[in-house]
């Protein structure tokens, strides 16, 4: 228990440094600056000239000190962020004792989390902020809701059967990273503050992670390919309008599973 509490801190304690560091790195003197005026808008005039401008290298320097000390520090970061990065779903919900789930539990948040910056990356969607604490809920409520669905992977680990299976999980999965939401748009990467369009915003991003994760459970050899990212997030945006109305179905569940196991019968 104590455990898990620590683990539960350290999460939500990267996520809070990493926001001061998206703010400290927009507050640079070589960048637009944008953070630090919306900082001191509320301020009075300073009386001094040239406030903002020594404020913007102090962040600067700031920066620069927390880059340095970030590359002495060894990481859990992958070389590289691709498809290989991308297990399957019996790697990230295995059957076991404790430390093979909480295992199984840190790979994937830390798999989706840079997957996720990867996504977003290749949509070209800026000023969007990734929470890995989001992404643990989503575990513990895939362990907690669709003990079921995870249960039956394990059942049909032979290619013949694993299409429904995997393509059920992949549908619970996306409605629990909908549910949680670990990625926050700002205003700036959605064209309207319309609940609608931000949920759209979330489907386009999301769909493609729970499709990679399908794809990786799926594959022939166990082993995913450099390319299975791109096809995920490619499929997804073909597919985006059907997946936007599965979702608003009343039985978004068995309307989600099938254009998940039609993507997954035809994707290589």
Do not use: W
């Not at 040239?50 to 927390?66: M, N, P, R, T, Y």
């Not at 895939?142 to 059967?161: F, I, T, V, W």
Request: glycine share 4%; with cysteine.
């Amino acid at each position: 228990m104590l455990r898990q509490i620590s683990e539960d801190v350290r999460v939500n304690l990267k996520d809070r440094l990493r926001e001061v560091r998206d703010a400290i790195r927009q507050s640079r003197h070589d960048g637009a600056g944008e953070a630090l005026r919306e900082a001191t808008s509320h301020l009075p005039p300073f009386p001094g000239k040239g406030i903002e401008g020594l404020l913007s290298h102090a962040a600067s320097a700031v920066d620069d000190a927390l880059s340095l000390a970030e590359s002495l520090v060894p990481h859990e970061r992958p070389a590289k962020v691709d498809g290989t990065t991308v297990k399957s779903l019996r790697s990230y919900f295995p059957a076991g004792d404790k430390d093979q789930q909480l295992g199984g539990e840190r790979l994937f948040r830390r798999d989706m989390y840079y997957l996720a910056k990867a996504v977003l990356a290749e949509l070209k969607v800026v000023d969007a902020r990734i929470h890995e604490a989001n992404f643990a809920a989503v575990h513990a409520s895939m362990r907690k809701r669709h003990a079921d669905l995870l249960a039956a992977l394990a059942d049909n680990a032979e290619p013949s059967g694993q299409l429904s299976p995997v393509a059920a999980a992949c549908s619970a999965l996306l409605m629990e990273f909908l549910g949680h939401r670990p990625i926050r748009f700002s205003e700036a990467a959605v064209d309207t503050p319309a609940v609608v369009q931000r949920n759209a915003m979330d489907i386009r991003c999301l769909a493609p992670l729970a499709l990679a994760c399908g794809l990786a459970t799926i594959a022939t050899d166990g082993s995913s390919e450099p390319d299975m990212l791109e096809i995920a997030v490619l499929a997804a945006n073909v597919r985006h309008d059907r997946i936007l109305q599965a979702c608003a179905k009343a039985d978004l569940m068995s309307e989600l599973t099938a254009v998940f196991a039609t993507l997954l019968a035809h994707l290589p």
